[in-house]
């Protein structure tokens, strides 16, 4: 808080009432617990603070009141620091000196979606089309998860070929030798089962030489 007047209100940016609002009144707004906090009323159990504008003070890790080593502000001089915080008519901070006893706090409920953040879209179709166009967010989230654990499993399932669409072989014999086909003019040719199934899918295509090579005698 001594930063926020620091860098607020000391250097003229916000004024002291604003000053009250965003580190006490639009905080129990946010967290819908206004006006049981953030407002001194009847029926009300706000924290009471005493704040001194013209009193500094130097922030530092050595004098500080959290659990931690260290400070972000260290160093750094602020004008305006509580002197008094009540909490439930009790003095919990008495001129700097932290007074608490463990187990005094107690937890409070907070109900959701508080009006000072969703009376914009609690007012009519804005709340709506927000709830529509968060619907069209997920459904286009799903598919997008759909379509790659599609795409993961396709590839997972098809054999990665080196083959493309030149490499295929033309029944009619036309175009250019794919490079993936054997040569049956140039290498030798086994006898074997795998071959023979080979030469009778390729039935069409005319050889000069017999499986097994050129020879000087019977052919």
């Known amino acids: 808080m001594s930063v926020v007047w620091e860098k607020g209100v000391f250097t003229g940016c916000i004024s002291p009432s604003e000053f009250v609002a965003i580190t006490s009144t639009n905080a129990a707004r946010i967290f819908n617990l206004y006006p049981r906090k953030g407002c001194i009323a009847v029926g009300s159990d706000a924290d009471l603070v005493i704040w001194n504008p013209n009193k500094t003070r130097v922030i530092s890790a050595k004098t500080h009141h959290h659990a931690v080593d260290f400070n972000i502000f260290e160093g750094m001089e602020c004008h305006g620091v509580p002197e008094y915080v009540l909490v439930s008519g009790r003095v919990c901070v008495d001129e700097g000196q ?18 000072y953040v969703f009376h914009q879209l609690q007012n009519g179709s804005g709340y709506e089309k927000h709830l529509s166009e968060l619907s069209i967010v997920e459904q286009k989230q799903d ?27 033309t029944p009619c014999c036309k175009g250019a030798r794919p490079e993936s086909s054997r040569n ?36």
């Open 98 to 115: 932290l007074k608490v006893v463990q187990g005094f706090g107690r937890y409070i409920e907070r109900p959701v979606f508080p009006p």
């Open 143 to 169: 598919m997008n998860e759909h379509k790659g654990d599609q795409a993961v499993y396709l590839e997972e399932q098809t054999p990665q070929t080196a083959f493309t669409a030149n490499d295929a072989s």
């Open 184 to 219: 049956l003019q140039d290498s030798t040719f086994s006898l074997s089962s795998e071959n023979e199934t080979d030469v009778e899918r390729r039935s069409c295509i005319k050889v000069k030489n017999p499986p097994g090579g050129k020879s000087s005698g019977f052919w």
